[in-house]
């Protein structure tokens, strides 16, 4: 091609391309260089004669050319016929949008897998609130209510202090994403692209000095805090000591002191079932609600990124098939891509006996969202269709096999937000 061009424009020759756009008529002149170190010059039409302007061309023409094999491959690929659809329109937006969501549906899960072990954790110990509490009331009939009332007091601050020093260990400063500008395009906008970039390196230096003091004034807390509980330690072990010697001199030989030691356990236990259904009512379970309505706003806010994607594309293969006048056949199908679905779901039945037919049926029948969803509700029926090769029995059990062995990782969770999609 380049010895063409040369054969035919030689050294003094150039190229005029004259382009009509809604925003004016413009022409495009380029000289030959056999290096292509020639650059192109644009000029606007501005009455009878054309002005200079610094527009780049390619933002004037589009043009997408294909050779025969190309051609070929789009037609017998989807994702072939999808990128050739692409090709035309500009969805830097609404990926970012879908991209974005994503990473957020990816941090949903993780907080979402942490509420739900939390909430079943607390719900394992709140639980057992009445039998302990029966217990406890059995064993204080042999004691002095006063001395009941007593150790159950100290039992009480015990869990106190306990939840308190919990709290503290695990605190933790947030990450900050501090949000990057990028790139000018324009000179004229280099003052403005720099005053922008200061501002966000000044918010990092603040947030990192905020962080620093943030973190000294936890380590400061649980340092005073531990050698506070220490001291409350050494009270407690005096007050039980002393009140072991007390039931001792009143009934020498006897079994109380193991008694109250046996009572001092249960009361403990009963303070961390009643501690436990306390953070359950008022933290865990609001938590876990909370992030579950987060997620239902993120893939609601997904399904809608998604559906405006769709809709440039069924608009841009509109557009194609009448500037071809029908000759070129193009469709965005109703359905997704499962590929991505199955390559997921074959990931998560690594180590089970899941078989090839069930993950088919599923990929081809239930949704991603379902899926996950008949995960987290352990609705495991839900999934069985006889009509649809889901049978009852051997592959219903399978099926909920695929589904327990995934539990406690957030990448089903994630890979039921993005796949199947257009």
Known sequence: ????????????????LVV???TGRFRIERA????????SIVSQQSGDDYVGVNVDPRSLVHIAAFSQGEILEYSREPVGRMSLVDSGIDLTDVNSRIDALILKLGANATALITARVRVAELRLVADTEAETAEQVR??????????VQHQAGWQRENARLTATSKGLDELSIPAFTIPKVGERELDSNAALFTSVSDALAALETALTEIAAQTETAIVSARTAVAALRSQWNAHFEAFKLELDAKLE?????????????????????LETSRSAKEELDTQALPALTCVEQEREALLEELHTARRDRRQLRRDRVDELKAKTAGFVKLDIPQEGDFADFASALNVLKVGSRVRDTVIEAITRTVHPLKFSRSML???FPSLVNPDNGLMLGASQGCTATLMKRTFGSTCWLCRSSIVRTH
Do not use: C, N, W
């Open 377 to 379: 509700t352990s609705d």
């Open 138 to 147: 059995k064993l204080a009939g042999l004691f002095d209510t006063e001395v």
């Open 249 to 269: 001199e009143t009934e020498p030989g006897s079994s109380l002191v193991a008694l109250r030691a046996h009572l001092a356990e249960l009361q403990a236990k």
């Open 20 to 22: 009509a756009t809604p």
């Open 1 to 16: 091609m380049q010895s063409r061009l040369a054969a035919a424009l030689t050294e003094s020759g150039s190229v005029r």
């Open 32 to 39: 030959f260089s056999r290096d292509g170190s020639a650059l």
